[in-house]
């Protein structure tokens, strides 16, 4: 047998030498590209902030972060995708409210307990977009129109289940109307529809309808907001409209659950420095996104709170399975 001052000097060792493995992993980390991956299709608000997200985070990470959409289900496949990754850091998701919603329609099995959060970036609410040429000009008489007419008002979605859907949803059980729920792979699918007149409306994010407002294509009849919205200054909220209704989405990076908390770490530092961008900032405004920056711990809390609302709000609305 060993000397008790040998075993103990190689037990010392050893602790040191694992202590040291998360350090240096932390240390190295990224080595190559870490790939993004937002679950809606390209050129909506979740990927504008995705992309302007990669591009300001060159500075804070001394590797790039590539945007890759993987859309479907209501944002289920491209969060299944990297659920199940390797917890490595490696492959990351833009987490939306969709993720506190979609489970509880029966969508999907994942729930935002299959992700770690590292950090929200932007907080929007819904709102009701027609097109420029729609003979409704106040949020009344598209509201009158839609109950004249159960089940003839087009309102497109970005996918059943999705945030857009259940605001709409939720308009119904406030108003005593009736949609035709038109699902589509994301915002800007749906703003496309809309712009061809294959559908009467949306109700998606003032920063997905922001462009072809301000280029006279569309108008917004209203924002399902508790305050009116920069940018829409002249739109006025729902409650200001009688109608008692605050419903919108949040953005954030997420990763698998069990990566690393160094790994986590350095993500949570780069995301904190990357939101105080300027570039950032300004590419936000431009858009219209709300800035609404939160750190791992707030965003996780936000979350849960989001899932519970949204659990009971679709029991209540009896869209559950």
Request: proline content about 6%.
């Given at each position: 047998?060993?000397?008790?001052?040998?075993?103990?000097?190689?037990?010392?060792?050893?602790?040191?030498?694992?202590?040291?493995?998360?350090?240096?992993?932390?240390?190295?980390?990224?080595?190559?590209?870490v790939e993004l991956?937002?679950?809606?299709?390209?050129?909506?608000?979740?990927?504008?902030?995705?992309?302007?997200?990669?591009?300001?985070?060159?500075?804070?990470?001394?590797?790039?972060?590539?945007?890759?959409?993987?859309?479907?289900?209501?944002?289920?496949?491209?969060?299944?995708?990297?659920?199940?990754?390797?917890?490595?850091?490696?492959?990351?998701?833009?987490?939306?409210?969709?993720?506190?919603?979609?489970?509880?329609?029966?969508?999907?099995?994942?729930?935002?307990?299959?992700?770690?959060?590292?950090?929200?970036?932007?907080?929007?609410?819904?709102?009701?977009?027609?097109?420029?040429?729609?003979?409704?000009?106040?949020?009344?008489?598209?509201?009158?129109?839609?109950?004249?007419?159960?089940?003839?008002?087009?309102?497109?979605?970005?996918?059943?289940?999705?945030?857009?859907?259940?605001?709409?949803?939720?308009?119904?059980?406030?108003?005593?109307?009736?949609?035709?729920?038109?699902?589509?792979?994301?915002?800007?699918?749906?703003?496309?529809?809309?712009?061809?007149?294959?559908?009467?409306?949306?109700?998606?994010?003032?920063?997905?309808?922001?462009?072809?407002?301000?280029?006279?294509?569309?108008?917004?009849?209203?924002?399902?907001?508790?305050q009116r919205v920069?940018?829409?200054?002249?739109?006025?909220?729902?409650?200001?409209?009688?109608?008692?209704?605050?419903?919108?989405?949040?953005?954030?990076?997420?990763?698998?659950?069990?990566?690393?908390?160094?790994?986590?770490?350095?993500?949570?530092?780069?995301?904190?420095?990357?939101?105080?961008?300027?570039?950032?900032?300004?590419?936000?405004?431009?858009?219209?996104?709300?800035?609404?920056?939160a750190d791992q711990?707030?965003?996780?809390?936000?979350?849960?709170?989001?899932?519970?609302?949204?659990?009971?709000?679709?029991?209540?609305?009896?869209?559950?399975?």
């Open positions: 047998m060993k000397p008790l001052a040998f075993r103990l000097g190689c037990g010392i060792a050893l602790t040191a030498a694992c202590l040291a493995v998360p350090v240096a992993h932390a240390q190295s980390y990224p080595t190559h590209s991956v937002v679950p809606f299709q390209a050129g909506g608000g979740t990927d504008a902030l995705a992309r302007a997200f990669a591009e300001s985070a060159r500075k804070h990470l001394p590797q790039s972060v590539i945007v890759v959409n993987k859309p479907g289900a209501s944002g289920s496949i491209g969060w299944a995708d990297v659920a199940n990754a390797k917890a490595d850091g490696y492959k990351l998701s833009l987490l939306t409210a969709d993720l506190t919603i979609v489970p509880h329609l029966g969508l999907t099995k994942l729930t935002y307990e299959n992700f770690m959060p590292v950090a929200r970036l932007n907080a929007d609410p819904s709102a009701i977009t027609v097109r420029s040429d729609s003979p409704y000009t106040t949020v009344e008489q598209f509201l009158d129109a839609a109950r004249k007419n159960p089940g003839g008002m087009r309102v497109g979605n970005a996918g059943n289940g999705s945030i857009w859907h259940l605001a709409a949803a939720a308009l119904e059980d406030k108003t005593g109307t009736k949609f035709n729920h038109i699902p589509f792979q994301g915002g800007n699918p749906a703003v496309l529809a809309l712009l061809g007149g294959h559908i009467d409306a949306v109700t998606v994010s003032p920063a997905e309808v922001y462009a072809y407002v301000s280029a006279g294509k569309l108008k917004t009849l209203a924002v399902m907001a508790d920069k940018g829409f200054e002249n739109v006025p909220t729902l409650k200001e409209r009688k109608v008692d209704l605050s419903i919108g989405t949040w953005r954030g990076i997420g990763a698998p659950k069990g990566t690393p908390p160094e790994v986590i770490s350095v993500l949570r530092t780069a995301a904190a420095k990357t939101a105080a961008e300027p570039a950032l900032r300004e590419m936000m405004d431009k858009q219209n996104l709300g800035f609404a920056y711990d707030e965003f996780r809390a936000a979350i849960a709170k989001d899932d519970a609302y949204f659990k009971a709000l679709i029991a209540r609305l009896g869209l559950n399975p």
